[in-house]
């Protein structure tokens, strides 16, 4: 026994990806929160808090499909606790089903529109950046990375550190060694660390040259970039 209830604390934590941790805290946090308004335990076993958790997140505006994840979350969070589940009377998939077929998320306001970035959209950024300026000619290597690469933002710009803990995991920026040309001469190959598939041995994204349109071409906006470097 000894070092057995570490070891399966250690396999518990290991269960789960770090990002659905981080995504799991947050949930939690929301929940804790809401049962110190309510005045209740957040280790309750009755089910009419949940059922007014679930009421409260679809009056903010969210889907059912999301209010399940926080209530998996709890549940998984109930589960590390060594909490005992909270007993069910039906009540709470009711309420869902409810929001599914009466939501209130109609109250929310909507998202603001977003606008794909197309080739159409690059050419009328690309009169209004300077690439003769490395600031200028890092922002139009930049915007060619990400749109030809179906890149995230975040992994172009800041990834985290997954290597080191939670607590003190740092910050990581896209090294410009992590550019190579590829052995025939006719791309390059842009080896992405972090990605959110890959968090460890990260992606690599080939690019080839654009004959056609130069303009759009990102082995010429590197050469560009690693010039004025």
């Known amino acids: 026994m000894v070092g057995l209830l570490d070891d399966a604390q250690k396999l518990l934590e290991a269960g789960l990806a770090q990002r659905t941790r981080k995504q799991m805290t947050a949930k939690v946090r929301r929940w804790t929160a809401f049962c110190h308004q309510m005045h209740v335990q957040s280790c309750t076993v009755d089910e009419l808090p949940w059922v007014l958790f679930a009421t409260q997140l679809a009056r903010d505006g969210l889907r059912a499909s999301t209010i399940r994840t926080y209530l998996s979350s709890i549940r ?33 306001p909507a998202r603001p529109v977003r606008f794909p970035c197309t080739v159409s959209v690059l050419m009328c950024m690309r009169p ?22 179906l890149l995230r933002c975040g992994e172009l710009t800041v990834v985290y550190d997954l290597t080191t803990s939670e607590r003190s995991r740092r910050l990581v920026r896209l090294h410009h060694l992590e550019v190579a040309p590829e052995p025939d001469a006719t791309g390059m190959r842009l080896h992405i660390p972090v990605t959110k598939t890959q968090p460890i041995r990260g992606i690599d994204v080939h690019y ?10 990102p082995m010429r906006a590197w050469r560009q970039y690693a010039s004025i470097r």
Do not use: K
């Open 76 to 108: 998984s969070w109930f589960v590390d606790m060594g909490y005992q589940r909270p007993q069910s009377t039906g009540r709470l998939r009711r309420i869902i089903r409810g929001v599914e077929m009466n939501p209130l998320q109609n109250q929310r």
């Open 128 to 149: 209004h950046i300077d690439v003769c300026t490395w600031s200028g000619a890092l922002m139009w290597l930049t915007c060619l990375l990400a749109v030809l690469g």
């Open 208 to 217: 080839h040259a654009n004959s056609i349109n130069t303009a759009l071409c």
